[in-house]
């Protein structure tokens, strides 16, 4: 019991922790974030997993409190008048000591759940990245490979705790959920693998 509530502990941590990095500009996670964006690779998508899918209403709050201001402005209106159409959907990218998260607008009519499968357009700007869901269930071709996805499986973030609080707070932005993670992990698909697209941003951080 100590065990899981230590580990409870450090996940909802990371996720204040995380949510401080952005808001408070917190240079060496802006450092590494623009690294990690750098180092792609030249495939033009990637995949992530689904840790969580939350209504597009849920966010009307996020909505009315005009989240980010002037520079955000033209998200806002392209999502807020329909919040009734979409799900938000939170999820990660590759693990690196740090895990790099992000929120994304998928259709409501689209079938969904935690652990899928999503396939994003590097070409399109964050949250409007969705293409596809390449595995509603992770398979052997298309799952998350190397150290685990915690905030797809972990129990805090099954009772939605620290998704919950990520979409609310970072509807528009990207993002670096702080772990003490020293593995690496992410996502192979259809002969894409985490290894290749983030070959450079992994060895160097």
């Given at each position: 019991?100590?065990?899981?509530t230590?580990?409870?502990?450090?996940?909802?941590?990371?996720?204040?922790?995380?949510l401080?990095?952005?808001?408070?500009?917190?240079?060496?996670?802006q450092?590494?974030?623009?690294?990690?964006?750098k180092?792609?690779?030249?495939?033009?998508?990637?995949?992530?997993?689904?840790?969580?899918?939350?209504?597009?209403?849920?966010?009307?709050?996020?909505?009315?409190?005009?989240?980010?201001?002037?520079k955000?402005?033209?998200t806002?209106?392209?999502?807020?008048?329909?919040?009734?159409?979409?799900?938000?959907v939170?999820?990660?990218?590759?693990?690196?000591?740090?895990?790099?998260?992000?929120?994304?607008?998928?259709?409501?009519?689209?079938?969904?759940?935690r652990?899928?499968?999503?396939?994003?357009?590097l070409?399109?700007?964050s949250p409007?990245r969705?293409?596809?869901?390449?595995?509603?269930?992770?398979?052997?071709n298309?799952?998350?490979?190397?150290?685990?996805?915690?905030?797809?499986?972990?129990p805090?973030?099954?009772a939605?705790?620290?998704?919950?609080?990520?979409?609310?707070g970072?509807?528009?932005?990207?993002?670096?959920v702080?772990?003490?993670?020293?593995?690496?992990?992410?996502?192979?698909?259809?002969?894409?693998?985490?290894k290749?697209a983030?070959?450079?941003?992994?060895?160097?951080?």
């Open positions: 019991m100590a065990t899981l230590r580990k409870l502990n450090l996940i909802a941590l990371g996720a204040v922790l995380g401080l990095s952005f808001l408070t500009g917190c240079a060496s996670s450092a590494k974030l623009e690294a990690y964006q180092a792609r690779g030249d495939t033009g998508f990637i995949y992530a997993q689904v840790n969580s899918v939350h209504p597009g209403i849920s966010n009307k709050e996020t909505c009315d409190k005009n989240l980010g201001g002037d955000y402005k033209d806002r209106e392209k999502i807020c008048g329909r919040l009734d159409e979409l799900n938000v939170y999820v990660s990218h590759v693990v690196n000591k740090e895990v790099i998260t992000s929120n994304e607008i998928v259709p409501v009519a689209l079938e969904i759940k652990g899928a499968i999503i396939k994003l357009d070409e399109k700007q409007f969705f293409v596809e869901v390449s595995a509603l269930e992770p398979t052997e298309c799952k998350w490979v190397g150290s685990d996805n915690q905030s797809a499986y972990d805090i973030t099954k939605g705790g620290v998704a919950l609080a990520t979409v609310a970072l509807m528009f932005w990207p993002g670096l702080h772990m003490s993670l020293e593995q690496k992990g992410g996502v192979e698909c259809n002969g894409w693998s985490y290749t983030y070959k450079d941003f992994l060895s160097k951080y």
